[in-house]
């Protein structure tokens, strides 16, 4: 079974946009992580947030952890065409030290 | 540093043949672990090496699938016979295991499976 699940499935912008992509995740976590997979390629990690972080900022990468809710968000700022990519989080459970992927979110970034 | 290699990357066979993958972690990778993705979907954990050890393999179908890592440096990943719902791509990634309470996984470019 699937820990994270994304929302949007998609996302269409434009470049210079915003975009935010949300992950909801059911049982304790150690820490989540978020993953972009291009087209045709293999997951390349992007960022990770530990369990007793609530925010976290790599470049134009914003990700917001809230426990209560058990819930992630992951902001990318002034998105570029080469964001366009497929992005899925990550939980690290407490019960079994592996990661479990969500379903993912499919960003498109129109030029 | 070289990344996680992958093969092959695409494989067409029909259902009830055999295939199998290969991968090659990143140079002292501990942990290796081999995912499924079926298209539109997450990747999905089949089984997961500590050197040359299983882990967890709760999610791989013992039937028709099977894994090994001889030496604890290569695996690979074989399924016989296939079935039309096993096509998919096949991920390998490795991990130097946890460091400071997080695991971060490196992964391969997949192998692309299409059973007709």
């Known amino acids: 079974s699937q820990q994270g699940e994304e929302d949007p499935q998609a996302l269409s912008i434009q470049e210079g946009e915003n975009a935010t992509m949300n992950c909801s995740y059911k049982t304790s976590i150690n820490n989540l992580q978020w993953y972009r997979q291009n087209s045709g390629r293999g997951l390349v990690h992007l960022i990770l947030i530990r369990s007793n972080e609530r925010e976290k900022h790599s470049g134009r990468l914003r990700v917001t952890l809230d426990t209560s809710k058990k819930s992630s968000s992951l902001l990318i700022t002034a998105s570029r065409a080469a964001d366009t990519a497929s992005y899925f989080c990550a939980t690290d459970a407490l019960s079994a030290r592996q990661l479990t992927f969500g379903s993912g979110t499919q960003l498109t970034v129109l030029p | 540093e070289a990344g996680v290699a992958q093969s092959p990357r695409y494989k067409i066979i029909e259902k009830r043949q055999s295939v199998a993958f290969w991968c090659n972690p990143i140079?002292?990778?501990?942990?290796l672990y081999w995912y499924q993705q079926i298209l539109g979907q997450g990747p999905k954990l089949l089984i997961q090496?500590?050197?040359?050890?299983?882990?967890?393999d709760s999610q791989l179908p013992k039937d028709r699938f099977s894994a090994e890592r001889l030496k604890g440096v290569d695996s690979t990943l074989k399924i016989q016979p296939a079935k039309l719902e096993d096509s998919a791509v096949y991920l390998c990634?490795?991990?130097?295991?946890?460091?400071?309470?997080?695991?971060?996984?490196?992964f391969g470019a997949g192998s692309r499976l299409t059973v007709l």
């Open positions: 090496f500590q050197n040359n050890g299983v882990v967890d």
């Open positions: 140079s002292g990778h501990a942990t």
């Open positions: 990634a490795s991990s130097l295991g946890v460091i400071s309470g997080a695991n971060v996984l490196t």
